[in-house]
């Protein structure tokens, strides 16, 4: 399966922050499982990470995920919001009480979005659902 890059995250926050934490690359990618190369990789913009990788990262060094992603509010559509909370996709699923493919398709503006389902979304996300709403039609009509 094939990841579409991680949208807004900015390597130089990742590098700052763990500079201020006093952590080398082995030892933030030992305290997070990740591997120092793929540390390395992300510090100089070489690759992005998965989500759920720099959630781990993230906790590690006492972050919110909003520190070192950055995407204007305005830009923001519901794959961001997930990613913004640090969930895969199976996450934000499971604890919405929806099918994986139902917010892939979601994402990628493919299906309607129910008041039930962003209403499920939403609390999962602790946003409002208007919130989920503006970020489901920004994905939808995105060019």
Do not use: Y
């Not at 590690?60 to 969930?87: D, F, Q, S, Y």
């Amino acid at each position: 399966m094939s990841r579409r890059p991680l949208e807004g995250f900015e390597p130089s926050r990742l590098l700052e922050a763990r500079l201020n934490k006093g952590f080398s690359q082995g030892e933030l990618a030992l305290r997070a499982s990740v591997s120092s190369a793929s540390i390395s990789a992300w510090e100089v913009g070489r690759s992005t990470p998965q989500v759920d990788r720099l959630q781990r990262v993230a906790q590690v060094l006492g972050l919110e995920m909003a520190e070192l992603i950055h995407i204007p509010e305005t830009e923001c559509k519901l794959v961001n919001l997930r990613e913004l909370a640090g969930w895969t996709q199976a996450q934000l699923a499971q604890r919405a009480g929806i099918s994986t493919p139902l917010l892939a398709a979601l994402e990628r503006g493919h299906a309607s979005l129910t008041d039930a389902v962003c209403g499920r979304i939403a609390v999962e996300l602790k946003l409002p659902d208007a919130a989920v709403a503006e970020a489901f039609e920004r994905g939808r009509t995105r060019q």
